[in-house]
């Protein structure tokens, strides 16, 4: 009976922990925008729908956007060297500080414009390296545009 039980609990707990986690959406970092009540570098919840692009802080939507009027996506990355880790590791070890030097870090955005009726915004969001891809995935997915690389993109002025 005790083993039944225990079987039970271990095909029952990470099922349920799956499917929480699938509806649960994306964790992203605010990092500028049209969202008048939110500041930048604060976390947000994005979550995905066949008709909706939803932001929630702290279980509150902020936004809720139309995938029909969502006009264009784009995506980024920002390389930096770690050169305030690598003077920190420096003080107690010399040699792990230059080693550190060398490292780089890179940081994932994507960014959503839309225009629906008179109401129109803009907002780019810092993403986890493991997730940019299937959010971009699932935005073209959604919306049928396809996902612009800002980095190629060059600006006359």
């Known amino acids: 009976m005790r083993r039944m039980f225990a079987l039970l609990l271990?095909?029952?707990i990470p099922g349920?922990?799956?499917a929480a986690d699938a509806q649960n959406g994306y964790k992203v970092n605010y990092d500028g925008g049209s969202l008048a009540d939110t500041k930048v570098g604060s976390g947000l919840k994005l979550i995905i729908n066949s008709s909706t692009v939803t932001f929630l802080k702290d279980k509150t939507e902020t936004v809720s956007i139309p995938t029909s009027a969502i006009t264009e996506i784009s995506?980024?990355?920002d390389v930096h060297r770690r050169?305030?880790?690598a003077i920190g590791l420096a003080v107690v070890s010399f040699g792990i500080g230059a080693l550190?030097?060398?490292?780089k870090s890179k940081?994932?955005?994507?960014?959503?414009?839309w225009a629906d009726g008179d109401k129109k915004g803009g907002?780019?969001?810092q993403c986890d390296k493991n997730e940019y891809r299937g959010i971009l995935a699932a935005l073209e997915g959604v919306t049928g545009k396809k996902a612009v690389n800002s980095e190629a993109m060059t600006v006359k002025n």
Request: proline residues 0%.
């Open 10 to 12: 271990c095909i029952a």
């Open 16 to 18: 349920a922990v799956f």
């Open 75 to 77: 995506y980024g990355q």
């Open 83 to 85: 050169v305030g880790a």
């Open 100 to 103: 550190m030097a060398l490292t």
């Open 107 to 113: 940081k994932h955005y994507v960014g959503l414009t």
């Open 123 to 125: 907002l780019a969001i």
